[in-house]
């Protein structure tokens, strides 16, 4: 609360924009940065239920969420949702962590399958990257960080799809951050290995953990304490990274 010519005058909130933050390792990055003190607008597609319990946990612990859904791969729809918060508010802080999984052998894969993953995880980002970016030039200040994979450095056999959407999204994060590090705009990817969520569970850890020098399967706090620290710390100078947060996986 600032008190100025004795009016009291609330401070505007310092809003994160979490994309894809129902579960996993977007719900853990939505509630780390709500401790930090971050109002949450938490997007999901689909899942009310899970995007409900996110923002009950946010709100047990006295911070603040909205939620909205919309499929990033829709332009119209995330201009929609966004278009008319971004007139008058402006996220300090952007998330992309909206993807999709369609994993089969490239000569088996369907363009469906193709189709959904890159519509997903790399049209997303540009539909909605491209509405906040004009808000946080306005304000000469931003944090974006997205969530790409080892698999978009490395790739990964019956994962063309996913690999070419997450590799995309490291170049796109790269090209950015030329383009708006001069109006005190950070842009950083941070690319987890095998993280314990719904989406590896299937993987079998009897074949995974040899080769993590680690020798375990990350937790989704691995991953949002280094998103935290890339939209919180004041004394900054990464710009235009891929951080791995992957045991060793990749190196």
């Known amino acids: 609360m ?51 319990l996110v923002k009950k946990e946010i709100e047990d612990v006295g911070g603040s969420c909205e939620t909205f ?14 278009a008319g918060r971004l007139e008058t508010s402006s996220p300090e802080v952007l998330v992309f962590n909206s993807g999709v999984t369609r994993d089969n052998l490239l000569m088996w894969m ?42 978009g450095q490395t790739g990964h056999a019956g994962q063309v799809n996913y690999s070419a959407s997450k590799a995309g999204l490291i170049g796109a994060a790269k090209a950015l951050a030329r383009e708006v590090g001069k109006k005190n705009i950070f842009v950083n990817v941070v690319s987890p290995g095998f993280i314990e969520t719904d989406m590896t569970s299937d993987i079998p850890k009897v074949q995974v953990l040899p080769l993590i020098p680690l020798n375990r399967i990350g937790r989704v706090e691995d991953v949002s304490s280094v998103v935290n620290f890339l939209c919180t710390e004041q004394n900054m100078y990464i710009h235009g990274q891929v951080i791995g947060v992957n045991g060793g996986l990749v190196m």
């Open 2 to 52: 600032k008190i100025e010519s004795g009016v009291n005058q609330v401070s505007a909130p310092r809003i994160a924009l979490v994309v894809g933050g129902s579960r996993g390792i977007g719900r853990s990055i939505a509630v780390r940065l709500a401790a930090s003190g971050f109002h949450i607008w938490l997007t999901y597609k689909s899942n009310h239920e899970a995007a409900a």
């Open 110 to 151: 369907s363009k469906e399958e193709w189709d959904t993953v890159l519509g997903t995880n790399l049209d997303g980002f540009f539909n909605v990257t491209r509405q906040v970016v004009f808000s946080m030039l306005k304000a000469k200040k931003g944090r974006i960080v997205v969530i790409s994979s080892t698999s």
């Open 69 to 82: 859904a919309f499929d990033v791969s829709s332009y119209e729809e995330v201009e929609a949702a966004l």
